[in-house]
């Protein structure tokens, strides 16, 4: 029955069928449904939105809407970190094999210089961005890391941005949920008007900048001062696909953050949370969040405070108990569908 289901309902937890839509909806109203009327969908029980009534086997429970999305989300999550090392080991990889020796181009190619060139050095990465900004015809991808921009941070590629929507250049941007803090940022956006469209989240990857889906940038080294341009066709639409998969789970600037439904604990401190769960330090939470360590001990006192823990060890069993250990939760559609349409950017 499980390869039949499968094969008769390809699909989802979060696009079900119109018949398990149907069954899945009544249960939920209802508490539960007769396990015959489950017979024609056999794919609520494969993806675990019903299973059998303990105290009478004829009879399906469903399972809470926000366990479905918090499962999900979690299972997104983890694509989109697996996403981010296989985008490492190929680029490292890539680094590895380039640096053997020059490939011989053949006569006619219509390749624009290497796949991959290293710049070392500020002048030579903000030579070939301006170069990247010319060229540029359509549309700009950036995933800006860190917490709050710096208005220096932002009035240094402002030529560029004003460059690109002066000639009807579309622009998506993804921050950190702090950055939506920052007045800098908002007075940015205002000036580019309808060019540009932001969305946060909790974290993001590190710094990438995509130009017309052909030539991405991203760091080559912590300090930013050498990084990789890459116009390999293979990796630069790898990351395109990463930047879209983050860009349809991030919140649209002029939205408000999801409310926690635990009072007394904000968005951020959920996501603190979560990341205590996983066993992270003050300082690797503090930079995946882009906060300061000190806001982080903060944040982990006032929610120490609030679930009543008394220390580290407790914290996390609360945190457990209070099912702060996963990540946040979004808000359910009938169809539980995960899509946002709403505007977004940098």
Known sequence: MAGRGAEEHPHGADRLCEAGDRVYSRAVRRGRVARRDADPVPCLLELALLHPDPDDMDWLVPTSPQEVMTR???????EV????????????????YAGLGSQVQPAGSAAEGPAIRVLDGLARIQAAMDEATQACTTEVLTVQPGGIRREAELSEGLHRALALRGRGVRMRDLY????RHGQGLLTYLELMGDAVEARTLDEVIDRLILFDRTVAFIPANT??????????????????????????????????????GIEGISHRERSIAALLAEGHQDAVIAERLGISVRTCRAHIARLSETLGAASRTQLGVRIAQAGLDGPP?????????????????R
């Open 176 to 179: 950190t949920h702090v950055a």
């Open 81 to 96: 970190s697996a996403s981010q090392r296989r985008v490492g080991s190929a680029v490292a990889a890539v680094e590895w």
């Open 329 to 345: 939760r979004a808000a359910m559609s009938p169809s539980l569908s995960l899509d946002q349409g709403s505007r977004t950017a």
């Open 72 to 78: 999900l989300l979690r299972g997104m999550y983890d």
């Open 223 to 260: 300090d930013r001062t050498m990084a990789l341009e890459l116009r390999h066709p293979a990796l630069v639409s790898y990351l395109v696909t990463v930047f879209e998969r983050l860009w349809r789970l991030a919140i649209p600037l002029t939205a408000p953050l999801p409310d926690t």
